[in-house]
């Protein structure tokens, strides 16, 4: 269904299409953001469509509907890492929108929805962003919270790291996997002191573009103070936000 919508948009032909939904490589994560991204840009598109009633087929328009719905799913758990502009209370407010429609949706649809790992892993993400926030809160809240530090990315590096040490040799006893520790953090090290030695991690990257790839807390303009974020309340307001996207 995809294919045949979102060679509407100006941008993308069905060769560009096809490359989108079917990527050479499975874990090909910028990728997979512009997919992201086009649908949310096809959606938004669309609204004025939408809004006739006489404007379209029956098919056609309970295709664009569908889309519609995908679209604000996907739109809430990609917008609160990319839109730098936003605050933690927005940020966290997608993210209850996001927890609210896979809830609503994978309840109705189960597998045909998404797969049981993936609805588990990113509600997972959710939870894990709110138990953060709210421990943030309570040691220091006036520090501010950078949602892209809750994620696992650090751990991956030096794991990646630390493999890379051994070379073919992957497996190693407990004496070579501490010295491999101990060589792999002294590359981290090097590389905080000397970041433009750092050439990154493709499959770390969120897309291919200069800007989003290197979004980080230094860069971020909204109002990440922890304790400018009222959790329960943004996540009401995640909540209300979802109820009116499944009402429409």
């Known amino acids: 269904m ?14 560009a299409v096809t490359k989108l939904l079917h990527p050479d ?20 598109s669309q609204c004025h469509v939408l809004n006739d009633s006489f404007s379209l087929e029956v098919d056609t328009r309970a ?10 799913l996907l739109e809430s758990i990609l917008t609160p890492f990319i839109n730098v502009s936003l605050s933690l209370s927005e940020q966290f407010q997608y993210l209850g929108r996001y927890a609210h429609l896979a809830y609503a949706f994978f309840h109705a649809h189960r597998r045909s929805f998404m797969s049981y790992q993936l609805y588990y892993d990113t509600q997972t993400v ?3 962003a709110c138990f953060s926030l709210a421990k943030q809160q309570s040691l220091d809240p006036r520090a501010r919270f ?32 501490i ?5 792999a953090k002294d590359i981290d090290g090097v590389f905080k002191r000397h ?11 969120l897309t291919r573009h200069e800007g989003v790839d290197h979004i980080n807390r230094e860069i971020w303009k909204g109002d990440i103070a922890a304790n400018r974020c009222d959790l329960p309340l943004a996540w009401r307001n995640g909540r209300d936000s979802a109820l009116s996207i499944l009402i429409t």
């Open 2 to 15: 995809l294919a045949r919508y979102l060679v509407w948009l100006p941008a993308y032909d069905e060769a």
């Open 25 to 44: 490589d499975p874990q090909d994560v910028p990728r997979a953001v512009e997919l992201m991204l086009a649908i949310i840009e096809f959606s938004k």
């Open 63 to 72: 295709d664009l509907i569908s889309i519609s719905l995908l679209s604000a």
């Open 126 to 128: 959710v939870k894990n």
């Open 146 to 177: 950078y949602l892209g530090d809750v994620g696992d990315d650090p751990l991956e590096i030096l794991f990646g790291r630390t493999r890379m040490i051994g070379g073919h040799n992957s497996a190693c006893s407990y004496a070579q996997a």
């Open 179 to 183: 010295d491999r520790l101990g060589a």
């Open 195 to 205: 970041p433009e030695l750092d050439p990154g991690h493709r499959r770390l990257k």
